[in-house]
């Protein structure tokens, strides 16, 4: 797995001298070159905490706790659902504006844009998504336990664009100013069959185009998790059609729900490895038209993960091989005097896998951010809208919005509010993403 890949990384800046003394000259290089851009990396973060400009952002966003909250909830309670975002990019659009980003603007994939400039020495990106899982007419309304608010989408990911307006804010409070220019941005369509459409269009078509030279995301929860790694993913929607007829009267023609149920059957029997992590599953299935007759039509959709471009695509080969061979077992089985099944597959989302190497700059300041704090860094691989830049070669990590949370993608979805590891989680992504645009 990619954390496995990451922690070998790090234990190896921590080899003795005399262990690197005795590696091959180029294993010893590599090391010495991890350990100079993890000092490095050390040296820079222990100056931006300790300098005057961060302990006022730091205390901008203590007071600016319970805004973030009422932002939390007021973004919750705007409904995004899938391909619908656009009331809620209209008031991220304000609170963009209020904020004092400049060049604010809704582009024409639907993402909110805001540019606050720096020196000019190249941009750097820090997002959050808009989009929620949850279909149009879902109660969004915000329920508030002690600490605790519930609401379906109320983490994923509208903590994390409250979040992301903290930092801004935060910023703004202590006059930071960065050598780079950094835009912000909410997303859209980061979820399921948004197939990454927003950070898609902002890195292929949009007018910030080859600009970047480090991405955030800030998507997540807990307080040691960093997501390095980009779990890719294929998704299919496969269809089997035949001659259909009645059940009774035309019993003994071949039948695309068998053919369906076979391709389901062979699917679940393919062994895949578990480093890198690879997963496969069949999740929605449609067609027929009523209990009397031999269908005409079916379709299942079918989602297959890996933290491994090469072993995803073993994955998707074999996949479609079974899905062949479903239909010709069928033909071969049954009656084709009236028409054979056919069967077609049809790519419905394709996120890119891909990893941010462990001795990237925007790594090594996570790594000694979160050292900066006493925390443990664990390096983890997820499918976010980190996944489009890793696989352009721009450095990119997604960072956690909110220390604490659980059940997402469900209608009891909840986050804490609670002040201290929250301010904590926001220290760690302010130090990460200071340093990587410098501060």
Do not use: C
Request: overall charge positive; hydrophobic content about 45%; cysteine-free.
């Amino acid at each position: 797995m990619i954390r496995l890949v990451h922690r070998a990384a790090m234990l190896a800046l921590m080899l003795p001298a005399a262990a690197i003394a005795q590696a091959p000259p180029t294993v010893a290089r590599a090391n010495a070159a991890t350990s100079a851009a993890a000092a490095a990396a050390t040296a820079t973060i222990g100056r931006i905490v300790a300098s005057p400009g961060y302990a006022k952002a730091v205390a901008a966003l203590d007071a600016g706790h319970d805004r973030w909250v009422q932002n939390i909830i007021t973004l919750t309670e705007i409904p995004s659902p899938p391909f619908k975002e656009a009331a809620r990019a209209r008031a991220y659009r304000d609170m963009f504006a209020a904020s004092g980003l400049s060049d604010v603007e809704i582009d024409a994939e639907g993402n909110v844009l805001g540019l606050r400039k720096g020196g000019g020495d190249g941009l750097v990106v820090v997002s959050a998504h808009m989009d929620t899982v949850f279909p149009e007419g879902t109660p969004v309304k915000v329920r508030r336990a002690g600490d605790r608010l519930f609401a379906p989408g109320v983490g994923d990911d509208a903590t994390g664009l409250a979040t992301q307006i903290a930092i801004i804010e935060a910023m703004n409070a202590a006059g930071i100013r960065t050598a780079a220019d950094v835009l912000f941005v909410g997303t859209v369509g980061e979820e399921g069959a948004g197939d990454l459409r927003g950070v898609r269009y902002l890195f292929t078509k949009g007018k910030y185009k080859g600009r970047a030279k480090a991405f955030f995301s800030l998507d997540g929860g807990g307080l040691e998790g960093v997501t390095v790694g980009g779990a890719g993913s294929k998704r299919y929607r496969v269809t089997f059609r035949g001659p259909g007829g009645h059940s009774y009267g035309a019993f003994g023609l071949v039948n695309p729900m068998a053919a369906m149920a076979q391709g389901v059957v062979d699917f679940y029997k393919i062994a895949v490895p578990a480093d890198p992590k690879t997963t496969y599953s069949a999740s929605v299935v449609g067609g027929g038209t009523s209990v009397n007759a031999i269908p005409r039509e079916v379709w299942t959709e079918f989602d297959m993960r890996s933290e491994s471009a090469e072993a995803l695509a073993i994955l998707e080969k074999r996949f479609l091989q079974i899905m062949q061979q479903a239909a010709a077992t069928e033909n071969a089985a049954r009656s084709v005097k009236e028409g054979a099944i056919t069967v077609e597959p049809k790519l419905i989302g394709d996120r890119p896998a891909g990893r941010t190497p462990p001795g990237a700059q925007i790594v090594q300041f996570a790594t000694a951010a979160y050292a900066a704090e006493g925390i443990p860094i664990r390096f983890e691989a997820a499918s976010t809208d980190s996944n489009i830049p890793i696989s352009l070669g721009i450095p990119a990590i997604t960072l956690s919005r909110v220390a604490t949370g659980g059940r997402g993608h469900s209608l009891d979805e909840w986050v804490s509010v609670e002040k201290p590891g929250n301010l904590k989680v926001k220290r760690l992504g302010l130090a990460t993403i200071l340093a990587t645009a410098g501060m």
